[in-house]
């Protein structure tokens, strides 16, 4: 994979990554859910990195991020212009949808609320910047496809790529991934010391949350053939878990560079 530098990613020096491509040139995302954390100095972001410039940073070592940003707060029209000019154009912003609509309303009535939320990300797909929209849903939420169709029916009308968390165990059923292929939605792939999804895939595209408390060199190798297999149908987006620690950013790091490799 050949490297570039980008315009758009400051500070001066820096490499920016472009994406990794699969057997049929869908691309390969990695990255973490947040970049944030001046916690992950020294090890990830250099000391000499200020505040302001650690997602340009981040930019030059991964090529995607899942913005948890807009779980509580929509962002400024600024906020977005700024994230776009600190990044290259091959890199993806995904989007955890507002708790509004997924823990508050629980996807009843959410018509404004999405309509809100579309306008506040709308910039960041003009510019053919957006990964996806990843809608997290609360444990407690049981399987209730009444609502779930009811939901989709208004947020496919949006046009973004969808993918949905299900974090009750009740939702893993066919009717299920019926309704997400009905309404071109996907499943998200999420893995954690207590709970794992189903691998099982309703759109071309995929999304991968990886949320184990640890990753050894073998299970990232089984991740990164996994997604290489995933990129023969689709884009493919894989988010590893945010830390104090930037062990997420080093597993994200450490399958990029082994497509690379590849």
Partial sequence: MSWVRSPLAAPEGLIFQLPVTGPTKNAIYAGTSGWAYPSWKPDFYPASVPAKKLLAYYATRLNTVEVNYTFRSLPSASTIETWLAETGDDFRFSFKAPQRITHILRLKNCAEALERFAHSIAPVASAGRLGVILFQLPPNLKMDMERLESFLKDAEKLGFRMAFEFRNASWFCTETYTTLRT???????????????????????????????????????????????R???????????????????????????????A
Avoid: M, N, W
């Avoid at 408390?213 to 073998?218: G, I, L, V």
């Avoid at 988010?239 to 399958?255: C, I, L, M, R």
């Fill in 183 to 229: 309404h071109s939605a996907g499943l998200c792939i999420a893995e954690s010391d207590d709970l794992t999804t189903p691998d099982e895939h309703t759109v071309p595209f995929s999304c991968y949350r990886f949320r184990r408390s640890e990753y050894s060199k073998a299970d990232l190798a089984a991740i990164r053939s996994k997604l290489q297999v």
């Fill in 231 to 261: 990129a023969t149908e689709g884009d493919v987006f894989a988010y590893f878990k945010h830390e104090d620690t930037p062990a997420g950013a080093f597993y994200a790091t450490s399958v990029l560079e082994g497509l690379r490799a």
